[in-house]
């Protein structure tokens, strides 16, 4: 059971440059969460999504766009990447609210 | 927005010694989490506790809603609990993490 995936786990982009970070979720999960984290710092949620189809903002949603076409995945895009992105990204997913948030192993992005 | 905050920042313990992790917050919630980052970076659930109290294991987690705080309880401690815990609230923010080190 794979629980939660990222890909990639590392990426280094150039200012100005677009990627898309892909989670995928195997546990039939209804909700799905992108979040960053800087150093020594907590986890801060970018966007979330209640069912396929759905997304909402979260606490730092500038610069970064999300789809959910698919139950099981959860894409996060930055279009025109700056260097104040440069983070650790995490992905989670839960049945719904107030059950555990399963995590994948994060994605470190880096941007010159 | 609501404000969380956890202490104490760093905790540097023997194995085998307790310890007490505080999470303040300056709006009534309906939503707390308390979670481990293991020092490979890996983040674990460990309790959903909006009130009440909770166990599981040598882990316990208490919230006191009316009083805006939450208390994450590790007893018999073990190096394998070092990392950082994070408690969450409301619309999943987070503190800023208790560093925990735990010394053979």
């Known amino acids: 059971n794979a629980g939660v995936t990222q890909t990639p786990k590392f990426r280094v982009l150039k200012t100005g440059q677009s990627m898309t970070l892909l989670c995928a979720q195997d546990m039939n999960h209804e909700y799905m969460y992108w979040y960053r984290q800087d150093p020594g710092m907590g986890l801060r949620l970018i966007h979330y999504?209640?069912?396929?189809?759905?997304?909402a903002k979260g606490e730092v949603p500038d610069g970064y766009n999300v789809s959910r076409l698919k139950k099981q995945n959860f894409l996060l895009g930055l279009e025109s990447a700056a260097p104040s992105q440069t983070s650790v990204y995490f992905c989670a997913s839960s049945s719904r609210v107030g059950q555990p948030q399963h995590f994948g192993d994060g994605t470190r992005l880096s941007i010159l | 927005g609501i404000q969380v905050e956890q202490s104490p920042p760093d905790l540097i313990l023997q194995e085998g010694a307790n310890s007490t992790l505080r999470c303040n917050f300056s709006d009534s919630v309906n939503n707390l989490q308390w979670f481990h980052q293991n020092p490979w970076g890996q983040l674990i659930n460990l309790f959903y506790i909006p009130s009440g109290t909770k166990q599981n294991g040598r882990l316990s987690a208490t919230t006191v809603a009316t009083e805006r705080y939450s208390l994450l309880y590790i007893s018999s401690s073990q190096t394998t609990d070092s990392g950082v815990y994070f408690c969450a609230v409301a619309d999943m923010r987070f503190g800023a993490g208790t560093r925990l080190t735990v010394k053979p």
């Open positions: 999504s209640v069912g396929e189809g759905t997304t």
